[in-house]
C-alpha cells in the first residue's frame, strides 16, 4: 500500500477517464442484493463504487452504466 502522503500526490491534475467496453461482472446477485435484475445491477455498481471512493486509500474512482448499456444473464446450473 502507498503511505497516505504518496497516494495525495498521485490524485493531482485532472482526472482520466478509461472506458472498457463489454466489461463483465458476475456476482451472487441473491446473496448481495434484492429486487429486479435492473435494481440488483444498480445496487451492485452502487457497492462497488463505494469501496471505490472508500477512504483513505480509494482511488476517487466511480463506475458509469446507464440502464440500456445494462444486460443481465443468468447463468444455467449445467455451465461451469
Known sequence: ??????????????????TIHRLSLQ???DQ???GSNQEQA???VDLINGVLQREPFGLGAQL???PD???IES???DET
Request: aromatic share 8%; net charge positive.
Open 1 to 18: 500500500m502507498l503511505p497516505a502522503m504518496k497516494f495525495q500526490l498521485l490524485k493531482k491534475g485532472p482526472m482520466k477517464s478509461v
Open 32 to 34: 448481495i442484493t434484492q
Open 69 to 71: 448499456e445494462i444486460e
Open 42 to 44: 444498480k445496487q451492485a
Open 64 to 66: 458509469f452504466a446507464t
Open 75 to 77: 447463468a444455467g446450473e
Open 27 to 29: 456476482f451472487d446477485a
